[in-house]
């Protein structure tokens, strides 16, 4: 229930982690503060997988230099990499159980891809001018690159920026000139 940009982990959740067979995270900053406790449990030898670290660098979308968008999952091709990432994570630490991940996986592929099929016909009735997804925080830019819409927020990429009146007003006005018809 907690915003991952901003959580701090409880000394409860430290001892979680310690005594976890396999860590899996998203990796690119999403977890914010977690990172320094994933480095020390990976430097002390815990089996942890670091599924944004997966991804070829050149399909991110960067905000900054060195500071990657972290919701990859909105974009239903990365998410697919991810999950082989984690499925083959899964089999290396429970080898008895690798074709049970690797079937689930496959039924995992054909629903995503089906869901893909499915995004693509809705947006396709959309008008191109009208293809823009309003929201408060800009985390759909990897949808927006897939699907080939407009995203238009308040907030930046981490939920920790915060908008002023002078951004809700612009935004408010953007959406009268642009009769943008639903807004998130």
Same mark, same amino acid.
């Given at each position: =229930?907690?915003?991952?940009?901003?959580?701090?982990?409880?000394?409860?959740?430290?001892?979680?982690?310690?005594?976890?067979?396999?860590?899996?995270? =998203?990796?690119?900053?999403?977890?914010?503060?977690? =990172?320094?406790?994933?480095?020390?449990?990976?430097?002390?030898?815990?089996?942890?997988?670091?599924?944004?670290?997966?991804?070829?660098?050149?399909?991110?979308?960067?905000?900054?230099?060195?500071?990657?968008?972290?919701?990859?999952?909105?974009?239903?091709?990365?998410?697919?990499?991810?999950?082989e990432?984690?499925?083959?994570?899964?089999?290396?630490?429970?080898?008895?159980?690798?074709?049970?991940?690797?079937?689930?996986?496959?039924s995992?592929?054909?629903?995503?891809?089906?869901?893909?099929?499915?995004?693509?016909?809705?947006?396709?009735?959309?008008?191109?001018?009208?293809?823009?997804?309003?929201?408060?925080?800009?985390?759909?830019?990897?949808?927006?690159k897939?699907?080939?819409?407009?995203?238009?927020?308040?907030?930046?990429i981490?939920?920790?920026?915060?908008? =002023?009146?002078?951004?809700?007003?612009?935004?408010?006005?953007?959406?009268?000139?642009?009769?943008?018809?639903a807004?998130?």
């Open positions: =229930g907690v915003d991952p940009h901003l959580y701090n982990a409880s000394a409860g959740d430290v001892e979680k982690l310690a005594n976890a067979d396999v860590i899996i995270y =998203g990796g690119l900053h999403l977890e914010g503060k977690m =990172g320094d406790i994933f480095g020390k449990l990976e430097n002390s030898g815990k089996n942890i997988l670091d599924v944004g670290s997966t991804l070829d660098k050149n399909l991110l979308i960067f905000e900054a230099e060195n500071n990657p968008d972290p919701h990859v999952w909105f974009n239903t091709d990365l998410w697919l990499l991810e999950a990432a984690v499925a083959a994570k899964l089999s290396d630490a429970d080898p008895e159980n690798k074709e049970y991940y690797m079937s689930n996986l496959e995992y592929k054909k629903e995503i891809n089906d869901l893909t099929g499915y995004i693509v016909r809705r947006i396709n009735e959309i008008p191109e001018s009208k293809r823009v997804l309003i929201t408060a925080h800009d985390a759909f830019g990897y949808f927006a897939q699907f080939g819409l407009e995203v238009k927020s308040i907030q930046g981490s939920t920790d920026s915060e908008a =002023g009146t002078k951004d809700i007003s612009e935004l408010a006005d953007f959406i009268v000139k642009r009769e943008i018809k807004v998130f």
